[in-house]
């Protein structure tokens, strides 16, 4: 059963382009791996961000638990480890994992 790996982030304004600019490389990066399916980003509009932030949330499909696995345990830690030598405490990250429930046409 598939999984979604959710990424919610906030990012100083005054990085914000230099930033996403990094963030679209990531997100290509981690789509190419096997097992990942692919990859939504969002600018989160509500709710608002803090002062001197901008919001985005980054949902990835993965194929399956296994592939959410390997992703975590083989690739996340270098590619966290990236954003934070390049931006350290200009930025951050929570995470979560969603399993699907029910799904509705439309």
């Given at each position: 059963?598939?999984?979604?790996?959710e990424?919610?982030?906030?990012?100083?304004?005054?990085?914000a382009?230099?930033?996403?600019?990094?963030?679209?490389?990531?997100?290509?990066?981690?789509?190419?791996?096997?097992?990942?399916?692919?990859?939504?980003?969002?600018e989160?509009?509500?709710?608002?961000?803090?002062?001197?932030?901008?919001?985005?949330?980054?949902?990835?499909?993965?194929?399956?638990?296994?592939?959410?696995?390997?992703?975590?345990?083989?690739?996340?830690?270098?590619?966290?480890?990236?954003?934070?030598?390049?931006?350290?405490?200009?930025?951050?990250?929570?995470?979560?994992?969603?399993?699907?429930?029910?799904?509705?046409?439309?």
């Amino acid at each position: 059963m598939s999984r979604v790996y959710e990424v919610n982030l906030w990012v100083d304004r005054a990085i914000a382009e230099t930033w996403l600019a990094w963030l679209d490389a990531h997100v290509r990066e981690i789509t190419a791996l096997p097992g990942v399916l692919g990859a939504t980003v969002f600018e989160v509009l509500e709710p608002t961000a803090p002062a001197g932030q901008r919001c985005w949330c980054v949902k990835y499909l993965m194929r399956d638990q296994a592939a959410l696995e390997e992703y975590l345990a083989r690739h996340a830690p270098r590619l966290r480890q990236d954003g934070i030598d390049r931006f350290g405490d200009r930025f951050r990250a929570e995470r979560r994992i969603l399993a699907p429930h029910a799904r509705y046409p439309g």
